[in-house]
């Protein structure tokens, strides 16, 4: 054998063991979730119509092997075989398409998965994205700066809040007020006990002195209660301007 032909050979052979580049590109690809899911769809309503047309010959059969039983025995049994065998093909049948779903399923919830985790992805590099833009070591003096706001804020309402002049207690202005009134008390008392005593003689009426008396009596205590309701409405306006 010459030396062109051992190479032409040799090319030949190498050519035929590697596989095309066109069967290589078909075998990485493949069919898509959304076209093999729709095969899948495809199969389970052809499977299923052909229960449809087994389960109307099985009916069909068991009319067949009633009609014959006593007048033709062997026409009806043959009715009752095909019967067996109708109900054969259907359990398969059965079988066939529990299989074909569960394989649709799994396929749909991995085609869900797939679009899950690429919208996921898609959602963390956007989050990566705006987290680059962000410094922590800003975030740290932005949240110093508002703390210190807010404690200023707070100190200046503090000080608004505090009332003008000076403060007094109030239950030392009560205390004073009831030793005043007490104090007036005893004075008008002693005013009381000045008036002039009533002559010993019989006077010839003494209604109308009497009257006078009582008259002049009532008259001072009406002023002394008057001048302390008024002592008082003006403590109680002091100690509620002083609170």
Known sequence: MSKVSKMFKGKSSSSSSKPSSSSKHRS???PSPQEAIHKLRGTEEMLRKKQEYLEKKIEQEIVIAKKNGIKNKRAALQALKRKKR????LTQIDGTLSTIEFQREALENANTNTEVLKNMSYAAKAIKGVHQNIDLDNIDTLMADITEQQQIAQE????ISQPFGDQFDEDELLAELAELEQEELEESMKNMSKLPSAPASKLPST????????????FS???????????DDDMKTLAAWAT
């Open 28 to 30: 990485r690809t493949g």
């Open 86 to 89: 109708y109900e054969q093909q």
């Open 156 to 159: 200046i309402s503090d000080a």
């Open 207 to 218: 209604r109308p002195s009497q009257r006078t008396s009582e008259h002049l009596f009532f």
């Open 221 to 231: 205590l009406s002023v002394l209660t008057k001048k302390k309701v008024e002592d």
